[in-house]
């Protein structure tokens, strides 16, 4: 087990920066995961921490030791990728057991580890089996296996389950939540997922064009987006999001929406400026059809044209109006609605975010 620190790194492609700023340490035993679109750097990151791309400034440590210039097999990490690379010709137990015998481990020793291995990842009845008569699911537990029998400093996983069917990414990653519950190694997890990062992480590591754009646990990014780039990124249905600006009148601060005003919550006021152009965001799932539904009195009723219903299953999606703005709510599906419903905001779940920075006025 050990901690990863990232001091101060960038990476170029001739004069394309791709990693701008990437200043983080993972702590020992921690499980991280790098989240961000697709091209905004995480493979490139956790490349170079794996010493297969060169570092183009900064530094990276495991525990004390700089390893910049360290050959990668000297690095004592393990990585799996998301196409598993696993040797077709060899069986499960030779594929486990590659690293191992390159090493010069005794035969006998081997058997112990692969079998230890194989047993964690249930892989004991396959273990005569070739790569090409195993399901998904089994391949990426062998390629796991084949990092694990390394007993690596830490384990680094890139997109390793986007291979999968959805239904098995959801086993899949109440295994690797297992794993490391039961082994304990640091971890550095790439996903674009949102879902995996949600449910896999200690804490999230948010990358938007080749920077951080937060840092937080699962719930801290959900709740509490430190800018509009994460508001949107985290949550399904994303989070609405309206431009507007700020009002006041007698000491009191609003949002305009339309000809509504809504009253601002005591957190943003400390930032707030007379006319400043606003980005309001609220979840589809802080609007509600009854005000019975939050439990304070910190409530905004507004009037509401539905146009759309989409039943999901257990919730509905409402597409609707508030004067010109679109407000995409999520209720449960029992809910009754009619034609002249109303909406119910719940203030205490506002988010704002200043349109010039973009970055919330919660901070
Ligand atoms: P992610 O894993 O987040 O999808 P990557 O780290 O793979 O993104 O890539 C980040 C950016 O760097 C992308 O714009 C990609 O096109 C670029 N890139 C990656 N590898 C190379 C390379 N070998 N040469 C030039 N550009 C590259
Ligand atoms: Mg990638």
């Not at 230890?116 to 990426?140: A, C, F, H, Y």
């Not at 709740?223 to 399904?236: E, L």
């Not at 005000?291 to 759309?308: G, M, N, Q, S």
Request: a negative charge; charged letters at 30%; glycine letters at 4%.
């Amino acid at each position: 087990m050990a901690k990863v620190i990232f001091k101060d790194i960038k990476k170029s492609y001739d004069d394309v920066e791709v990693v701008k700023y990437f200043d983080f340490t993972v702590e020992d035993g921690e499980f991280v995961v790098f989240l961000g679109p697709s091209g905004c750097g995480k493979s490139t990151t956790l490349r170079m921490l794996a010493g297969l791309e060169t570092i183009t400034s900064g530094e990276i440590y495991i525990d004390d030791r700089l390893i910049n210039n360290v050959d990668p097999k000297n690095r004592d990490l393990a990585m799996v990728f998301q196409s598993y690379a696993l040797y077709p010709h060899m069986t499960v137990y030779e594929n486990i057991a590659f690293a191992l015998k390159l090493k010069g481990m005794p035969k006998a020793e081997i058997d112990v580890e692969v079998l230890k291995t194989s047993k964690i990842l249930e892989l004991e009845p396959l273990l005569n089996r070739k790569p090409k008569e195993l399901s998904g699911g089994q391949r990426q537990r062998v390629a796991m296996g084949r990092a694990m029998v390394r007993t690596p400093k830490v384990f680094l996983f890139d997109e390793p389950l986007s291979n999968l069917d959805a239904k098995l990414r959801g086993v899949m990653r109440e295994e690797m939540k297992e794993l490391h519950r039961t082994l304990k190694t640091t971890t550095i997890y790439v996903t674009h997922d949102q879902i995996e990062a949600m449910t896999l992480a200690d804490r999230i590591v948010i990358l938007n064009e080749g920077y951080v754009a937060q840092v937080g646990t699962p719930t801290e990014v959900f709740q509490k987006p430190a800018n509009k780039f994460v508001a949107q990124f985290i949550g399904n249905p994303a989070m609405n999001m309206i431009d507007t600006k700020l009002i006041e009148e007698a000491g009191q601060w609003f949002v305009e929406l339309e000809t509504l005003r809504i009253p601002l919550p005591e957190r943003f006021t400390h930032q707030a400026k007379k006319d400043l152009s606003v980005c309001m965001g609220i979840r589809p799932t802080d609007i509600h059809v009854r005000a019975e539904h939050i439990d304070h009195d910190r409530v905004f009723e507004c009037p509401v044209t539905i146009k759309e219903k989409e039943l999901l299953g257990a919730s509905i999606l409402l597409k609707t109006k508030v004067g010109k703005a679109d407000f995409v709510v999520e209720i449960a599906a029992t809910e009754v609605v009619s034609e002249d419903s109303k909406l119910f905001i719940d203030l205490d779940a506002i988010h704002l975010f200043d349109s010039a920075t973009e970055q919330s006025l919660a901070l």
